[in-house]
């Protein structure tokens, strides 16, 4: 039988890819590593596919599924999948993997750096020292915020958040969490209502994942209910938040700072938030260890090789 035919929308590690090349007939490869294809150039490439390698910034709209009419899967390297048309997928029977659970550490530890560094503010001293403007010691420079002892608020307790929950036990925060479901898990947290979770944080965490469900589920209203001392610190999707009322809201002192590694219409986040000394801005890297990358990209690989060998997938979503 004629191998699969595989479309790689990113360039990814060459070991991954050494791994797909003895199953798959690699019929197009983006050999960009950070510049996704256009519509019509991945409408293009897919249009004789059977699967699809993806990442998390390639939009796969029922456009593209339409112009496959071959293709049986879709592997995303990623364990957020909202850029994808799961419903059109589940329509045409075409079987998405995600890359849950091989990220979980990582992000929590970014979660907590990103947390740290808009706290402590360290992006914004390293400016300073880098600048040459370091003239001399002084007891009130860079005053930032305590990380121990503090309320921490997490908005979505899902693997992520339990990790960070567990990494917040260890700088003695009280923490609080928001879910749907109460935490099965061990973790030392109390769920309250949203409001409540909103009033009482010196930080607030997102780490939900993107839906109708959580679009801008942190508007103005909800950055109304925060202390003014509070922290907010985004490593959910851009779009959870609604990035004009958080710059308003910042601009008008009405929360301390943010953290944002996620912003709507990325990579072409709103230039408003680079006047705020008091904003960390990252490129959407929390799960970005150079080893949990190389995990998250082979489990999407594996999941392809199942497929192709028809063994169970690993880690479907649909
Ligand atoms: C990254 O944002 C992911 O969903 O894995």
Same mark, same amino acid.
């Given at each position: ?162 990790? #960070? @929950? /567990?990494?917040?036990?260890?700088? *003695? ?6 879910? +749907?479901? !109460?935490?099965?898990? =061990? ?47 985004? #490593? @959910? /999707?851009?779009?959870?938040?609604? *990035? ?6 910042? +601009?008008? !002192?009405?929360?301390? =700072? ?61």
């Amino acid at each position: 039988m004629a191998p699969l035919k595989l479309v790689i929308t990113r360039r990814i590690y060459p070991e991954v890819l050494a791994s797909l090349a003895p199953a798959f007939d690699i019929i197009a490869e983006n050999q960009a590593a950070d510049q996704p294809w256009d519509a019509a150039t991945l409408q293009r490439a897919v249009s004789e596919a059977d699967c699809l390698f993806c990442s998390v910034a390639d939009r796969i709209d029922a456009a593209v599924i339409a112009a496959a009419p071959r293709l049986k899967m879709i592997a995303t390297g990623a364990v957020g999948f909202n850029n994808i048309d799961v419903a059109a997928c589940q329509a045409r029977g075409i079987r998405v993997t995600n890359t849950p659970d091989v990220l979980t550490q990582t992000t929590a530890d970014f979660g907590f750096a990103l947390m740290m560094a808009t706290a402590r503010r360290i992006p914004e001293s390293e400016r300073y020292a880098r600048a040459g403007q370091w003239t001399g010691w002084a007891f009130d420079q860079f005053t930032g915020r305590d990380l121990h002892h503090a309320t921490l608020g997490i908005i979505g307790m899902g693997r992520i958040g339990c990790a #960070i @929950a /567990r990494r917040a036990a260890g700088f *003695d925060m009280r923490v609080l969490y928001h879910n +749907r479901n !109460r935490s099965q898990e =061990a973790v030392q947290a109390t769920w309250v209502e949203r409001d409540q979770l909103l009033r009482e944080s010196d930080f607030v965490m997102l780490v939900v994942p993107y839906s109708q469900a959580t679009h801008h589920l942190i508007g103005a209203a909800e950055l109304a209910l925060m202390k003014p001392s509070a922290m907010l610190i985004n #490593i @959910a /999707r851009g779009g959870v938040v609604d *990035d004009q009322a958080l710059i308003t809201a910042l +601009r008008e !002192r009405r929360i301390a =700072a943010a953290g944002l590694d996620v912003f709507e219409n990325e990579p072409k986040f709103d230039p408003a938030f680079l006047q705020f000394d008091n904003v960390v801005l990252t490129p959407h890297i929390a799960s970005s260890s150079k080893a949990t990358r190389g995990a998250m990209m082979q489990l999407a690989a594996d999941n392809l090789l199942a497929h192709a060998s028809g063994l169970p997938l690993k880690t479907p979503v649909a």
